[in-house]
């Protein structure tokens, strides 16, 4: 068993929708956690980052975290096709810079 | 651009050559990563460096791989004797020690072994 596991997806949805990207992991011992958007053939870009349990707003993205269920959320409002990439989630424990990554979920917002 | 470096961005190889990839992190990062990542999965962690000391290397990290980074600054990842399974994306990434923040990616070298 991966200790982060993501539906790889596809996701279509279309513009204007409301997306929710989840990871769920094993460790009980993270407590950084991150989202990334990577578009094709380029490196991952952060979107989002956590510390610990709650949520977290910036603009049309909000991370939720529940670390009791050990599940991880990214939420995307009015999704626009620029949103169209696949999602990485990370984490991470405190006494490492190491980050587990998900598998990685494709999205597709059309017009 | 201050943000992380990779070159060359592209590398075709034949199987068994050496090859070599260059990492410049953001100035001022003292940790330096390096992961792998494979068509339609998420990156793999490899190894990292805090300065120019390695803490940590992956198992994935067989004795053909060897990474450097010294003085600090730059790091090099080279893999010795290629084989087919070696292609993949090598990512670079970057952060702050003492910042409550989280690494910052290259957009990656190609490998494709022939």
């Known amino acids: 068993q991966k200790e982060v596991e993501q539906d790889p997806g596809p996701l279509s949805v279309p513009e204007g929708a409301i997306v929710s990207l989840n990871c769920t992991y094993s460790n009980s011992a993270f407590q950084y956690f991150m989202w990334y958007r990577q578009y094709s053939r380029k490196g991952p870009e952060l979107l989002m980052y956590?510390?610990?349990?709650g949520n977290k707003e910036d603009g049309r993205f909000t991370a939720q975290v529940d670390k009791s269920s050990k599940y991880i959320s990214l939420f995307i409002r009015d999704s626009q096709p620029s949103d169209s990439a696949t999602y990485l989630c990370?984490?991470?424990?405190?006494?490492?810079?190491?980050?587990?990554f998900g598998q990685g979920t494709t999205l597709q917002v059309k017009p | 651009d201050t943000g992380v470096s990779q070159n060359p961005r592209h590398k075709i190889t034949k199987r068994g050559q050496n090859v070599t990839f260059r990492c410049d992190p953001i100035?001022?990062?003292?940790?330096l990563y390096w992961y792998r990542q494979t068509l339609g999965q998420g990156p793999e962690f490899l190894t990292y460096?805090?300065?120019?000391?390695?803490?940590?290397k992956s198992r994935l990290l067989s004795d053909r791989f060897s990474a450097e980074r010294p003085k600090g600054s730059f790091s090099t990842l080279e893999i010795q004797r290629t084989e087919q399974g070696d292609s993949a994306m090598y990512l670079c990434a970057s952060s702050f020690l003492d910042r409550n923040t989280e690494a910052f990616f290259g957009q990656g070298t190609r490998l494709t072994v022939v």
């Open positions: 990370a984490m991470r424990s405190s006494n490492t810079g190491k980050l587990i």
């Open positions: 100035s001022e990062h003292n940790r």
């Open positions: 956590t510390y610990s349990s």
């Open positions: 460096f805090q300065n120019e000391a390695q803490l940590e």
